[in-house]
């Protein structure tokens, strides 16, 4: 999508949008419209009791003597509550509304509501920010698609086409266009992730995922190290490499580097897991639903959708991302259940449940950052659990800490972004449920406090470092739509985790 900001109102548009406030003085808003437009959309707005209530929008094809096909107009919501956020919101829902309507020039006239937190231009910048992050769709391989959004079959009812450009007509156009720059980058960042996540394992394998982390890290300017079985083994990989040794697509290791800070400071660490698809291995899943565990990369999506925008945004600090790329498949070589592993931290596991792969991944991974940056913060994203989704459903992750400062700034920067996190315990009480008699530990905790155990492990594996665990499970795909994304892989914690660096930017 195609974003320019300007003064002068376009002479032409699929659909011209506005915004309103609730309660507001809707004449003020209207001021921008053509004479005819401004009653008509008056008068309709009249007659659909519109108020400016959030999430209200009136439809109208726009008059003869508009060169636009309609008119719509979207509620804000009360003023009072207008954050970055809900604006931004409020920007996805007023892109799918144009989407419904295969608008694909779409102009908006915006002025930021009397009494908003907010200047003028932040507040186009958001609108904007929220249309760009909804206006995706993965539609690689629908290779019939028609280019309005129509499935080619003849079979879909009213596609929905991509917005192709957007001209927003605001009075601080410099100073909007400024504002949208980083929220731009992030917002194709945020598409970056979402098109891992949504990519089907045949394409996506471990091999695969680190060619194209790597591409975008020669793009983003991003070093990059791509660490691959051999090395893998000589790094002590071994709990990751057993996890990878059922299946033909073999592990990699990727890190990715930002030095954006200007001095060596210790870095934060990004760790994602990274399971291109999970079978379950010999312990296999039900076969019911096990086509989406080809988003079980969920995790490490978002690490290299975090580094990806903090380079493109120039981002004032010092980042690492480090991803686990397997597949869990059952084979010959496949491990067994019952297995006893080295990790690379020395501590051993008994494999008790091949299924229980993902910490196996983490607790190398998280040595190795460790051992080799010496990181100031590690957090770790992993669609680690389906016990998470019992606790929490899936409109928050679940968030485990071993300190309370990065809790609370990660939960801020969940409220202030919309991807919210939700607080559980770690406690040395839960450790007797993962110790083993023939191991140091073993990889499952039983039915109870499932997710919680899976967090106990890890935390075996942090030492000291400040550390924070996000279970995405319920989060990174097949998670509830929401105003700014209705895509499968949601592409969940790149906002987040921004965020999280912005706090720490602005000290
Ligand atoms: N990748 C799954 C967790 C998962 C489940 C993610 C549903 C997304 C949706 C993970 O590897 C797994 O299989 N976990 C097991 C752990 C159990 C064997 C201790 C689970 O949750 O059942
Ligand atoms: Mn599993
Ligand atoms: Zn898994």
Redesign the pocket.
């Known amino acids: 999508m195609n974003v320019a900001f300007t003064r002068q109102l376009p002479a032409k548009a699929d659909a011209v949008v506005l915004f309103c406030a609730r309660d507001a003085v809707l004449e003020t808003v209207l001021t921008a419209l053509p004479d005819k437009a401004r009653r008509q959309l008056a008068k309709a707005a009249g007659a659909l009791e519109f108020s400016g209530k959030k999430g209200q929008c009136v439809e109208l094809p726009a008059p003869a003597e508009m060169d636009a096909k309609w008119l719509l107009l979207l509620g804000l919501g009360d003023v009072e509550k207008l954050s970055e956020k809900e604006a931004e919101f409020a920007g996805g829902r007023a892109a799918a509304a144009c989407m419904g309507k295969k608008a694909q020039e779409v102009v908006v006239l915006a002025t930021a509501p009397e009494g908003v937190e907010m200047d003028a231009a932040a507040f186009v910048a958001r609108i904007a920010s929220g249309m760009k992050l909804r206006n995706y769709r993965f539609d690689r391989y629908r290779t019939k698609r028609t280019e309005n959004g129509e499935n080619g079959n003849g079979t879909e009812k009213g596609g929905k086409a991509r917005i192709e450009t957007l001209t927003v007509v605001t009075d601080a156009a410099d100073a909007a266009e400024t504002a949208f720059a980083p929220l731009s980058a992030l917002a194709d960042s945020v598409h970056f992730a979402r098109d891992l996540v949504n990519e089907p394992g045949n394409v996506l394998t471990p091999k695969e995922f680190a060619r194209r982390a790597a591409e975008m890290a020669a793009e983003a300017g991003l070093s990059v190290e791509v660490l691959k079985p051999k090395k893998l083994r000589e790094e002590r990989f071994n709990a990751l490499l057993a996890v990878g040794q059922g299946s033909k697509n073999k592990p990699r290791v990727v890190v990715l580097k930002y030095d954006g800070a200007g001095d060596d400071s210790a870095p934060i660490a990004f760790i994602g897991k990274g399971?291109c698809f999970?079978s379950?291995g010999i312990?296999i899943?039900p076969s019911s639903g096990m086509e989406?565990?080809k988003?079980?990369m969920g995790g490490a999506a978002a690490v290299v959708g975090v580094m990806r925008a903090l380079a493109a945004r120039g981002a004032k600090v010092n980042a690492v991302g480090i991803i686990g790329l397997v597949e869990?498949m059952p084979d010959g070589g496949a491990q067994r259940p019952g297995d006893i592993v080295i990790s690379r931290s020395g501590q051993s596991i008994a494999v008790l449940?091949t299924?229980?792969?993902?910490r196996l991944v983490l607790a190398d991974c998280l040595d190795y950052v460790k051992e080799k940056f010496s990181p100031a913060r590690m957090i770790d994203l992993a669609?680690?659990?389906?016990?998470i989704?019992i606790s929490l459903g899936k409109e928050h992750a679940g968030l485990f800490s071993n300190n309370d400062e990065l809790a609370e700034e990660i939960t801020k920067a969940g409220l202030e972004t919309g991807e919210r996190v939700w607080r559980l315990p770690l406690d040395p009480a839960y450790d007797k449920l993962i110790d083993y008699e023939v191991a140091d530990m073993k990889n499952?905790?039983g039915r109870e406090a499932?997710s919680i155990t899976?967090a106990q492990f890890l935390q075996r594996f942090v030492g000291d470092t400040p550390w924070a665990h996000l279970d995405v499970?319920?989060t990174a795909?097949a998670s509830p739509k929401t105003d700014i994304n209705d895509s499968w892989g949601s592409g969940w914690g790149v906002r987040l985790l921004n965020r999280l660096v912005e706090l720490a930017e602005r000290g």
């Open positions: 399971v999970d379950g312990s899943k989406d565990m988003g079980d869990n449940n299924d229980a792969e993902g669609t680690l659990t389906g016990a989704i499952i905790g499932g899976a499970a319920g795909m």
